[in-house]
């Protein structure tokens, strides 16, 4: 374990005496660009006076051992100098905790393995994007995606259509307002899905769906999505990047797979209404405990197999995350009141809830994500949140 102590110019020995007091486990050095982290241990940076910025970007960042803790005194303008770097970290998703007292510090260093095996296991992660994202995503940009985050393989829809078919198709049943013309081809979407995710291992997915659809007539991603997110396979729709990670950060957060995604449509104080043409089949809940659902159409297209799942009643968290030039969260909590089944509105997506939510909010982009509500999930999503560095609106 590994502290690298950097100054200007005043004498800081004696806090020094005290971190090494604090830390006895610790490699206490001063600053040098050549010293190199201690693999998969906390890496502690302390700047006991202002102008040592720059000598921390004189690191190898990528080598850092996550998350990094940053511990400043209240003297010589050192807490200026941790805030400096800990926002140039924020602003590239480089997960960090700034400690501002001993003790603090002494609080991080004890959980830094948990918070490490969460980032590790978010950033292991690989996601597999077929034909980019939806043109309407305006706030969608590739330039925007950040190192620390999961690897993302890209596959064009002709090129993913152009792979062999596979032999094993899905036999899907149930009833509902569908054609049966659009059964096989939702079993072969699935197929061809299951495939390209054994051949990149990914555990995580998102398609520009509606590219899909329009160009392979009744080809819709809908009910795949529903099925495969039972069975633990993360799936965001019109290949937006930022709900995918936010699924993948929730999932970490909480440890469930039932997340629906969903658009905001309207609210009426503080109930919220959300729909989406796919759900997971197993709702909310674990996978493989399949809900009650009926088949139907998409709603845009008139074309392809949607779902609508009756999801349960319950308290919840809804998540949203937007990455950007300053990349934000939303972390709300609410129960759903209604969850519609056979009398859902025809002029809206499939898959119908209301959400009273606990205080009246603006929402901030389209997408959000609902998952079942734990105390213990709700804390650590937002505790991630901090970690990472997104702003909390």
């Known amino acids: 374990m590994l502290c ?12 020094i005496a005290q971190l090494k007091q604090t830390l006895p486990d610790f490699q206490v050095v001063e600053f040098s660009s050549n010293v190199t982290p201690i693999a998969n241990k906390p890496f502690v940076w302390f700047g006991s006076s202002g102008g040592t910025e720059n000598n921390f970007l004189k690191l190898n960042l990528s080598s850092l051992p996550l998350p990094v803790i940053l511990y400043s005194v209240p003297t010589d303008n050192s807490s200026a100098a941790a805030q400096e770097v800990s926002f140039y970290m924020r602003q590239r998703l480089i997960p960090q905790i700034h400690c501002k007292t001993l003790k603090q510090l002494q609080e991080c260093v004890k959980s830094w393995s948990e918070y490490n095996k969460i980032i590790k296991s978010i950033q292991e992660q690989n996601i597999l994007r077929i034909g980019g994202y939806s043109d309407w995503l305006i706030n969608e ?16 829809v002709e090129q993913f259509m152009a792979e062999t078919k596979p032999n094993h198709d899905l036999q899907i049943q149930g009833q509902g307002d569908h054609v049966n013309a659009h059964v096989k081809p939702a079993s072969e979407v699935y197929s061809r899905l299951k495939q390209e995710l054994e051949k990149y291992n990914a555990k995580a997915l998102t398609v520009k769906c509606f590219d899909l659809l329009t160009t392979y007539q009744h080809h819709a991603a809908c009910y795949p999505y529903a099925q495969l997110q039972n069975e633990g396979i993360l799936c965001a729709c019109e290949g937006e990047v930022s709900s995918m990670i936010g699924m993948i950060m929730l999932r970490a957060a909480t440890g469930n797979n039932g997340i629906f995604m969903c658009n905001y449509l309207k609210n009426e104080g503080k109930v919220y209404k959300f729909a989406h ?23 845009e297209t008139k074309d392809g197999l949607a779902v609508t799942v009756q999801i349960q009643e319950q308290e919840v968290i809804v998540f949203k995350l937007r990455l950007g030039d300053n990349c934000i969260a939303q972390v709300l909590s609410g129960k759903i009141v209604k969850s519609r089944l056979d009398d859902i509105e025809e002029c809206q997506c499939r898959t119908q809830i209301e959400v009273e939510l606990d205080n009246e909010v603006e929402m901030i982009g389209n997408h959000y994500l609902v998952v079942k509500k734990t105390q213990a999930g709700f804390e650590q999503l937002k505790k991630l949140m901090s970690l990472f560095g997104f702003f909390m609106v």
């Open 141 to 156: 940009n590739d330039q925007f995606y950040k190192q620390s985050l999961p690897k993302i393989v890209n596959v064009s």
């Open 277 to 299: 043409c796919t759900a997971p089949l197993c709702g909310l809940e674990q996978c493989g405990q399949t809900q009650e659902f009926r088949l139907r159409t998409h709603y």
């Open 4 to 15: 690298i102590c950097a100054s200007r110019q005043s004498d800081h020995s004696g806090d």
